[in-house]
């Protein structure tokens, strides 16, 4: 993977509405034992923004494992909250064949507030990227 | 497990049909989470759950120890597959507090997670306001 990719900063995702309705529904799928909107749900967005970066640099999803996902966040997410977020490319090391991505994503709000900070590492397997589709 | 906490190991079962709701409900649609065929090819031992669906039921564990308290780091590595068989029964995973320590308003809980005798998750941990 092109070495440039670092500290680049791609297209946001958004805005997303959090609805009631798909909080329920990713509520029930995650077995949530709490009320309020559970801390993994930007997941959702983080995937768009993960794929739009994925396509921007020619790389392909059946080749990412996704290694660790930390979020940070300065409030909790609420029903109504139209979130964006933004995928910046924070490290990149080769390991065994297989580039290792550090990716910082910013999800803000309608005001431009940050609401969370979700580092995510991608490791991106295989020697060249021109059999990536 | 012997770590003396305040919270009891929170357990939840997985079955294919609940990989199948998680698909949906996030968007991640990886063959590998619902193909044997894709699974196999690949080299894992068999449809295996999203880390993240994982992840979110550790936020399900926390949320029960600590009365929704409100999160405010979450994470952990992933390192070891959640594999779930096609059968009525699925697997457990069981996250299980190991360290719980309070600082400045905030808690911080370190966990074990387990999918039988293996550790799926590294380093996980949680802070919520306390």
């Known amino acids: 993977m092109d070495p440039a990719i670092v500290d680049r900063t791609f297209a946001p995702v958004g805005p997303y509405v959090v609805s009631a309705a798909k909080v329920a529904e990713f509520a029930t799928a995650t ?16 995937n768009d923004a993960m794929l739009a970066f994925l396509a921007d640099v020619g790389a392909s999803l059946e080749r990412i494992v996704h290694g ?36 910082v994503s910013t999800i803000t709000d309608a005001s431009g507030q940050v609401v969370c900070e979700a580092k995510a590492t991608l490791v991106h397997s295989g020697a060249t990227e021109e059999g990536a589709a | 497990m012997s770590a003396e906490t305040p919270f009891e ?17 996030s968007g991640d649609f990886n063959p590998i989470h619902w193909s ?43 390192t070891a597959p959640v594999v779930v068989p096609d059968d009525d029964g699925g697997v457990v995973v069981e996250v299980a507090a190991t360290k719980v ?29 306390a």
């Open chain 1, 68 to 103: 660790e996902q930390r979020f940070a966040y300065q409030r909790p997410i609420v029903v109504g909250d139209e979130l964006t977020a933004t995928l910046r490319v924070a490290s990149l090391r080769a390991l065994g064949g297989a580039d290792v991505i550090g990716t």
């Open chain 2, 36 to 78: 044997d065929r894709v699974a196999g090819a690949v080299g894992l031992p068999g449809v295996i759950a999203h880390g993240m669906l994982t992840l979110g039921l550790v936020g399900s564990a926390i949320a029960a120890w600590t009365g929704d308290a409100e999160v405010v780091e979450l994470g952990a590595k992933f």
């Open chain 2, 9 to 25: 190991p929170q357990r939840f079962t997985l079955t294919r049909a609940d990989l199948v709701r998680y698909a949906g409900a």
């Open chain 2, 101 to 129: 320590s309070s600082d400045n308003g905030l808690m911080t809980i370190a966990m074990e997670v387990r999918c039988g005798d293996a550790k799926v998750l590294g380093m996980p941990k949680a802070t919520v306001r």
């Open chain 1, 31 to 46: 077995q949530w034992r709490g009320a309020g909107v559970p801390p993994t749900f930007p997941i959702l967005l983080l």
